[in-house]
Every structure is written in structure tokens, then in C-alpha cells.
């Protein structure tokens, strides 16, 4: 149980385009989810958290308007990276919130900005 | 705190020895505790947790170790497989602030 998709697991896109990664939490439901950056060879550095309903909570640094972030349904959020730079190439993670201290984590999403 | 800009500290093994790794938390209020591992391009995956009224905690080849007085947290792991071979990163919890804080992360390899 508890399993984490997200989609797609790998992209590569023009710069200036925009790319929508979705995170599903498949076998429970989630009211809160995370997105996470990484860089190689760091650690996983939070982005947001995305509440089932509500608008999105982004960390300190973190570009709102260029990081949207929806959260439609218990098992469903979306990232989008908008107006892709070279710079925003990275891996991507989401976890989901099952309970109050366990965190599911997705597979992640290598974005590549050509 | 946040790590972001290190680079990971490493830890090089033989098979079948034990590895200790480390890790310094930052929030002494934090009440809970998560090892993760981590694979070459993939999510972390859950190893191990411990609450903070706890000390010690064993799992299947793995033991986590919490010293709240000088806010260390150390994983155990006995007799190290090739397969172990992944970045380990502990995480804290702390209360006042709900989300999951990643410590740095240490790269463990295994040599057969």
C-alpha cells in the first residue's frame, strides 16, 4: 500500500515552453502533498506544499507564478514549470501525506530544459 | 537547515561489514525521525523511523539510534550488500513547523 505515481518520470522540453508533472497517490488519499527539488548529488530541498482545495504554501525563494501548483483532488497534484529556463532542469519529487508524520514518496521526474 | 550547495559526504564499505552512518538535526523540538534511501534516479524510499521518546529502534538489518542531547541520529546497517549501495538522508519533524526537514545525505558505497 501507500504507493506514489508521478508522470512523467522523464522529460526534456524546449526553453520558454511550459511542462505539467502529475503526482498521484494511487491506493489512499492525500489532503496534503509536497514537491521537492533536487540537484545531483543534494539533498532534497522543498518547494511547496499543496493542500486538496487550497492554494499552494511555497517555501521562501521559490517563484510562485513560475512554479503553479494545483491540487484538484485527494489523490491528484500537478506541477507545472512555466516558461521553462535551462536553470529549472532538475529533478523533481512529490510525496503525499498519509497520516500526520508519514510521507509516501513518488518516483520523481527528471526535467531536462534544452 | 537546508544543505543545498554541499556536496555529500561518502562512506565506502566491503560486503558483509557493518556501516554507521550520521546525522546532525537541527531542531532540538523535532519529535520525530525518518531514515531514507535513495537510489540513483529515484524517489527516496522508507528505511526506518523513531519518535523522539524513543532511543533505539531495530528493524530488519537496521538499527536507528537518537541521541537528543547533542541532536544526533545514526543508522545502522549490519552486514552491507552491494544492494545497499544509495544515498541515506535522515529527516526530522518539527512540530511547530509540519513538514519533513532533509538533513544532508551521505552516499554509501558497497564493494563486493
Known amino acids: 500500500g501507500a504507493v506514489v505515481s508521478q508522470h512523467p518520470s522523464w522529460v526534456i522540453c524546449k526553453s520558454g515552453t511550459s511542462v505539467k508533472i502529475e503526482c498521484r497517490s494511487l491506493?489512499?488519499?492525500?489532503?496534503?502533498m509536497f514537491w521537492y527539488r533536487q540537484f545531483p548529488k543534494q539533498s532534497l530541498m522543498l518547494m511547496a506544499t499543496?493542500?486538496?482545495?487550497?492554494?499552494?504554501?511555497?517555501e521562501q525563494g521559490v517563484e510562485k507564478d513560475k512554479f503553479l501548483i494545483n491540487h484538484a483532488s485527494l489523490t491528484l497534484s500537478t506541477l507545472t514549470v512555466t516558461s521553462a529556463h535551462p536553470e529549472d532542469s532538475s529533478f523533481y519529487i512529490c510525496?503525499?501525506?498519509?497520516?500526520?508524520?508519514?510521507?509516501?514518496f513518488g518516483p520523481g521526474t527528471r526535467l531536462t530544459v534544452t | 537547515g537546508e544543505s543545498v550547495g554541499l556536496h555529500l559526504p561518502t562512506l565506502s564499505v566491503q560486503e558483509g561489514d557493518n556501516s554507521i552512518i550520521n546525522c546532525a538535526y537541527s531542531?532540538?523540538?523535532?519529535?520525530?525521525f525518518i531514515w531514507y534511501k535513495q537510489e540513483s534516479g529515484k524517489g527516496p524510499q522508507f528505511i526506518i523511523d523513531?519518535?523522539?521518546?524513543?532511543d533505539k529502534r531495530q528493524g530488519q538489518r537496521v538499527t536507528v539510534l537518537l541521541n537528543k542531547t547533542v541532536k544526533h541520529l545514526s543508522l545502522q546497517i549490519a552486514a552491507t550488500q552491494p544492494g545497499d549501495s544509495a544515498v541515506y538522508f535522515c529527516?526530522?519533524?518539527?512540530?511547530?513547523?509540519?513538514?519533513?526537514?532533509f538533513g544532508q545525505g551521505t552516499i554509501l558505497t558497497v564493494h563486493p
Open positions: 510525496s503525499a501525506q498519509g497520516g500526520y508524520y508519514e510521507q509516501y
Open positions: 491506493d489512499f488519499q492525500a489532503t496534503t
Open positions: 499543496s493542500n486538496e482545495g487550497s492554494k499552494a504554501t511555497y
Open positions: 531542531n532540538s523540538a523535532s519529535d520525530y
Open positions: 523513531i519518535r523522539s521518546n524513543m
Open positions: 529527516a526530522e519533524n518539527p512540530p511547530s513547523y509540519g513538514k519533513l526537514t
